[in-house]
């Protein structure tokens, strides 16, 4: 048994003790063919510190041997030695056989980098060296979809896919009909998915494929994706919103609010959830849920318009009046919303507070001018304010116009 062996053994039985003079003795006594296998399996059970020795001694023995020095290279810009790894790889000749290894490390260090251009340029001539290489091809491709150039990206993974289905630990599949997805081709980025099913294995292509079915309108197909991908990780907090909305568009109340209160116990921020959840549970008349759920979410999110006025729809249809005129108190002006001044004024007047009402209505007015439900409402609330035929002509004539066939408003108009 060769020293590298004997010291290659001794770390898979976590025996560290020797290992420092089995090294050394490794190095004055094996061939340099065992010397570069041990230094390969140094770096791959990450004990790159004995690695670099190993490549170290290699270079000192054989200067001309590039490769080394490219390995070296990769292993010293992986612990951020950026100067001596960089160093090591300019030292290599255009004519050097592992020229086109060093052009990839160094590829790869500026893409790390976020030099993207940098690295594209190194791919580039990479792929005049070796124009058929899958590693330059995927470099590329990694580099167009990174930079959003998702038709090169796309033509790349197309070739890739079909020689293998990963490339190193990235899912191609997965890059496949994202690429597709990002250019606005979701029924081709599902057909991809719908073809190979079976290679979609890891959360994150579970999850992607879950977004790109919900797009294309197959809720159903979206639904088993995402559920899978809560089985997997149910802390995957992102995968609930789109479960619930896929859930509501299939008009499944129940799954809906189960949905949105299993991710809510995972991430009580999610403002969306407890508007959906609210929703759904307001639609299955669970209206105690619906309110609670609302209430929170505004004690989570007291900027969220849409909760609030959620909360006060919610009220308006349960006749807590009070509570509906307190949910805006404490707003400035300029933060209430038209719909809002609307739903003040339907308050105050079943309150009897008509001069508030009359305000709100007002208010509302300029927005809702042409929404005959809000004209009604306000005709009816005016016709009975002393001092409004001038209100009220108004508000019938623009009313009939829009529906001219409401016997009742025409005979308050003619009354007029």
């Known amino acids: 048994m060769t020293y590298s062996e004997q010291l290659l053994d001794a770390i898979q039985n976590h025996d560290f003790s020797q290992d420092k003079i089995l090294l050394k003795k490794a190095l004055d006594n094996d061939s340099p063919e065992i010397l570069s296998s041990l230094a390969e399996n140094l770096t791959g059970y990450g004990f790159t510190n004995l690695a670099k020795e190993v490549y170290r001694d290699l270079i000192a023995k054989f200067p001309q041997e590039d490769l080394f020095k490219v390995y070296l290279a990769e292993i010293l810009l992986n612990d951020g030695n950026d100067d001596d790894g960089l160093s090591l790889l300019f030292d290599v000749a255009k004519t050097s056989p592992a020229y086109l290894d060093a052009l990839l490390v160094e590829a790869d260090y500026y893409q790390t980098n976020g030099f993207i251009e940098?690295?594209?340029?190194?791919?580039?001539?990479?792929?005049?060296?070796?124009?058929?290489?899958?590693?330059?091809?995927?470099?590329?491709?990694?580099?167009?979809?990174?930079?959003?150039?998702?038709?090169?990206?796309?033509?790349?993974?197309?070739?890739?896919?079909?020689?293998?289905?990963?490339?190193g630990e990235v899912n191609l599949i997965q890059r496949l009909f994202q690429t597709e997805a990002k250019l606005g081709q979701y029924e081709e980025a599902s057909q991809v998915i719908k073809e190979h099913t079976g290679d979609i294995l890891d959360i994150d292509s579970k999850y992607q494929a879950g977004l790109v079915m919900l797009a294309v309108?197959?809720?159903k197909k979206a639904i088993t994706y995402l559920d899978e991908v809560i089985d997997q990780s149910p802390d995957y907090v992102n995968a609930y919103p789109l479960l619930a909305q896929a859930y509501e568009h299939e008009h499944d109340n129940e799954q809906v609010l189960r949905s949105a209160q299993a991710g809510l116990a995972y991430n009580e921020l999610d403002e969306t959830l407890y508007s959906m959840g609210a929703r759904a549970a307001a639609n299955l008349n669970e209206l105690d849920t619906a309110e609670d759920l609302l209430v929170k979410g505004l004690k989570t999110a007291p900027d969220n318009g849409d909760l609030r006025l959620q909360l006060s729809n919610l009220y308006l249809h349960e006749g807590k009046n009070d509570e509906n005129i307190k949910l805006w108190q404490d707003l400035e002006d300029e933060d209430v919303e038209p719909q809002a001044h609307w739903n003040l004024a339907v308050s105050y007047a079943r309150l009897d507070q008509r001069e508030q009402a009359k305000s709100e209505f007002l208010l509302a007015y300029p927005e809702f001018q042409n929404n005959v439900d809000f004209l009604r409402q306000?005709?009816?609330?005016?016709?009975?304010?002393?001092?409004?035929?001038?209100?009220?002509?108004?508000?019938?004539?623009?009313?009939?116009?829009?529906?001219?066939?409401?016997?009742?408003?025409?005979?308050?108009?003619?009354?007029?």
């Open 378 to 416: 306000m005709i009816l609330f005016f016709n009975s304010e002393p001092n409004s035929s001038d209100v009220m002509q108004q508000l019938l004539e623009r009313y009939l116009k829009l529906v001219p066939e409401d016997e009742e408003m025409q005979d308050l108009y003619n009354q007029l």
């Open 118 to 167: 940098t690295a594209r340029q190194k791919l580039i001539e990479a792929s005049k060296i070796a124009p058929q290489e899958d590693a330059i091809k995927f470099g590329l491709a990694e580099l167009d979809y990174l930079d959003g150039q998702y038709e090169e990206a796309l033509t790349l993974y197309q070739d890739l896919i079909e020689r293998q289905k990963t490339f």
């Open 217 to 219: 309108g197959d809720y």
